[in-house]
């Protein structure tokens, strides 16, 4: 079955909006394990005005479930950050400098050289790779040749069209899935999913490895409570 990580992202950007500690950022992480998430994703910025470096690192100490980190490996910052605190999985997005969220997969093709060098840095010690990318064949294909262990598809091209016509929007991912998966690529994905949009999208991609999901989820939370939506989210993700 398809694993759900939440990302806790958001608790630290409303914590931040505030000084002080409430949201506790680590009790948010704990309950989602304790609720019956399978994971836990951050993504850490530089300018940490979501989750900040020390949270990751406090995380780490207190999981048990799996830790993904997700982040810019343009930042050397970054890269001894994962390095440091060694998650079970790294997730390489090519995010700029103060950008709201990510926006767009690797250019796996013109990035080759460089995206072989960082997973090769990430695999050495011990942790699973996973490339943020389009769902484009040749982006796929691309992501193949570095080396990394998954790819995530980002999706919010899906979640825009589902609305409209979800066989059409969800045809280009489960073309991009079939091929990733033709290379025995492990597939993640990622990106305004919702309780709308989401089964649909593992019915028809149930090879998909773990989605990790924040927004919604959260937005989710303070309407149903946090439990609640944790398990919901889970039930989406049953292919009945
Ligand atoms: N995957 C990546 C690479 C992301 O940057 C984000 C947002 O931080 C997500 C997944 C989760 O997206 P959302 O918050 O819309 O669920």
């Known amino acids: 079955m398809t694993k759900l990580s ?51 690192r406090q995380i780490k100490q207190i ?23 060694k998650p079970h999985q790294v997730t390489l997005v090519p995010d700029t400098l103060g950008q709201l969220t ?7 093709i013109q ?34 040749e570095t080396g990394t262990d998954r790819i995530e598809l980002y999706t919010e091209g899906y979640a825009r069209k589902y609305a409209d016509d979800p066989r059409y929007a969800v ?3 489960l073309v991009a899935a079939t091929r990733a ?3 025995g690529l492990g597939i993640n994905a990622g990106h305004d999913l919702d309780l709308e949009n989401l089964n649909y999208l593992i019915k028809t991609i149930p090879w998909i490895d773990e989605v990790s ?18 398990q919901i989210y889970k039930r989406q993700l049953q292919i009945l």
């Open 111 to 144: 990035n080759k050289n460089y995206l072989v060098e960082m997973i090769g840095v990430f695999k050495s010690a011990g942790i699973r790779t996973s490339i943020f990318v389009d769902p484009e064949v040749r982006m796929i294909e691309g992501a193949a």
């Open 171 to 173: 045809q280009e991912y």
């Open 63 to 85: 999981i048990t479930t799996e830790f993904n980190i997700e982040g810019n490996c343009r930042e050397q910052s970054f890269i001894d950050l994962v390095l440091e605190v």
């Open 6 to 56: 939440v990302n806790i992202n958001k608790f630290a950007t409303l914590r931040n909006s505030r000084g002080g500690n409430r949201p506790n950022v680590l009790q948010a992480a704990i309950d989602a394990e304790r609720f019956g998430a399978d994971g836990v994703t951050v993504h850490p910025r530089p300018d940490e005005r979501h989750i900040r470096y020390d949270d990751v």
């Open 213 to 230: 999901i924040g927004h919604a989820l959260v937005c989710d939370a303070l309407y149903l409570g946090y439990e609640n939506a944790v």
């Open 181 to 183: 998966r033709s290379f």
């Open 102 to 108: 990510s926006d767009h997969g690797w250019d796996t």
